[in-house]
């Protein structure tokens, strides 16, 4: 079977502080998808990244980063100079191919980070 | 954005009444997903389509059933909704190994 599991359950930091979210993932599959979407208070789900089991390259875009590191089957996710705007809840998920983790194209999505940014 | 609706957008029931909730897509996705958002247990898969009747359960699927007649809709019902139903549902969409596009979500109140 397939699992997501994010340990942080909330987390609050000052603004300008840097914040890692992290996520750790189980699958039998070789090949499978990682994403990171976030969630801020009005509600909608908002792709940030994906990324492919093949590709271990770490990921800038502006503030945020990724760090997909197999050997430990984590996908961490950092905010570097956090901003309020950036207070959301923050989901992992994880998207297997084969029906031999128990789901063809299944996707499952870990517990959610809540982020606080404090002014 | 992608062409997902939702509906209803919010539904109060009583308890022990059927309920349908439709996924309306435009995007011509060959899969769909429903999933239930509960605090503390973020998004957990109801049931999931890889094709038009083509179905597959997902980790918290009893009290639920699914339909999917064709491309653009998925259906799902609660036979007899209970309280434990009382949920934020959102229904996704997705190419092959594409991100999920989400609706806007159905604030579902079993009472």
């Known amino acids: 079977a397939q699992k997501v599991t994010q340990a942080q359950t909330e987390i609050s930091v000052v603004e300008k502080e840097d914040v890692t979210l992290d996520c750790v993932y189980e699958t039998r599959d070789t090949t499978y998808y990682l994403f990171w979407y976030k969630q801020p208070p009005s509600g909608e789900l908002v792709f940030l990244i994906r990324r492919n089991s093949f590709d271990e390259q770490n990921e800038i875009s502006g503030r945020y980063s990724w760090n997909f590191q197999k050997s430990t089957s984590s996908f961490n996710f950092t905010i570097t100079a956090s901003q309020v705007v950036d207070s959301a809840v923050y989901f992992c998920a994880l998207r297997t191919i084969s029906s031999f983790s128990g789901g063809y194209q299944k996707v499952t999505f870990g517990t959610g980070t809540k982020l606080q940014v404090i002014p | 954005d992608a062409g997902i609706t939702q509906s209803p957008r919010h539904k109060v029931t009583e308890t022990g009444t059927p309920v349908t909730l439709r996924c309306h897509q435009t995007?011509?996705?060959?899969?769909m997903y429903w999933y239930r958002q509960d605090p503390g247990h973020g998004l957990r898969l109801i049931h999931y389509s890889y094709g038009v009747k083509d179905t597959d359960k997902g980790e918290v699927s009893d009290g639920y059933s699914v339909s999917r007649s064709k491309t653009e809709d998925f259906l799902l019902t609660l036979e007899s909704a209970t309280s434990s139903q009382t949920s934020v549902y959102f229904c996704?969409?997705?190419?092959?190994?594409?991100?999920?596009?989400f609706g806007s979500g159905t604030q579902l109140s079993v009472l």
């Open positions: 996704a969409t997705s190419g092959t190994m594409e991100k999920l596009f």
């Open positions: 995007e011509n996705h060959r899969y």
